[in-house]
């Protein structure tokens, strides 16, 4: 609320419309579920959030919309302001591995199992898309 208060003040369209819609959709989740989420819930949502922005990145570079890709950029860093610091592909590599040995994956059957765990132990801090490469590449 605090960083929504600075961002009005300082006229700061994007922060404030990023910020808010990250509010809108954790209070949709509690109010859907009438739950009060916890920092793992918010930051699984916050990461869902960064999520889309990538998403729609792909299709935006695909117009060749430069206006639209700027505006995205700046929302990306908005919204990874609020998230742990993201693993780096190398650590995330080391958790698969030792995941692997710890589940006792021999082959692309065992996947499911080895990225629930890997995601267990990565929530919010490490992007299921290079999880699942990474996981794809170790089992094949």
Do not use: W
Not at 17 to 31: H, S, V
Not at 59 to 88: A, C, H, M, N, W
Request: net charge negative; aromatic share 2%.
């Amino acid at each position: 609320m605090d960083d929504l208060k600075v961002a009005m003040r300082n006229k700061d369209v994007v922060k404030k419309n990023t910020i808010t819609l990250i509010r809108a959709a954790i209070l949709q989740i509690e109010k859907d579920q009438k739950i009060e989420l916890d920092d793992n819930g918010i930051i699984e949502i916050i990461s869902k959030e960064l999520k889309k922005r990538k998403d729609a990145m792909v299709d935006f570079e695909k117009s060749g919309r430069q206006d639209l890709i700027d505006g995205l950029k700046q929302e990306i860093e908005v919204v990874k302001e609020y998230l742990p610091e993201q693993l780096t592909y190398q650590e995330v590599e080391q958790i698969v591995k030792d995941t692997i040995l710890e589940v006792e994956a021999k082959d692309m059957k065992d996947m499911g199992k080895v990225m629930q765990a890997v995601k267990a132990k990565t929530a919010g801090v490490a992007d299921g898309k290079t999880i699942n490469e990474i996981v794809k590449q170790q089992l094949a």
